[in-house]
């Protein structure tokens, strides 16, 4: 398996991009998404989640609102419609895979075993 992240680039306050998530492998269906970002001399920190069956999502409250994650199984891709950025959103975004099939929403590390290699997302004027 593996994951492609794209979509990062500069932007200004106020502004919008939209990550994209390519995946290989014929389970994508399977298992849950998400996205994290780890910010320069920080660790790395939970953002958004989708389950696999595209039902349930989750959000850190610092993106609630203003982020948007979606996904798309037909084409084994995974999004994340970033609006209203702050300066603050500035980090490495990276995409993940879920260890487990089928299983429910995780905001750790541990809980995603597939990672992209990230996309820099930066926001100033």
């Known amino acids: 398996v593996q994951l492609q992240a794209s979509g990062g680039g500069l932007v200004r306050p106020g502004g919008s991009l939209r990550l994209s998530c390519a995946a290989s492998?014929?389970?994508?269906?399977?298992?849950?998404i998400a996205w994290f970002r780890q910010a320069l001399g920080k660790e790395r920190e939970f953002v958004a989640a989708?389950?696999?069956?595209?039902?349930?999502?989750y959000y850190a409250d610092s993106v609630k609102g203003r982020f948007t994650i979606s996904r798309d199984n037909a084409k084994r891709a995974g999004y994340l419609q970033m609006n209203s950025l702050k300066p603050g959103d500035t980090a490495v975004y990276y995409c993940?895979?879920?260890?487990?099939?089928?299983?429910?929403?995780?905001?750790?590390?541990?809980?995603?075993?597939?990672w992209g290699q990230g996309t820099q997302v930066t926001v100033s004027s």
């Open positions: 993940a895979r879920a260890t487990t099939p089928y299983d429910a929403l995780g905001v750790t590390l541990r809980s995603y075993d597939y």
């Open positions: 492998g014929r389970t994508f269906s399977a298992y849950t």
């Open positions: 989708i389950s696999w069956n595209d039902i349930s999502t």
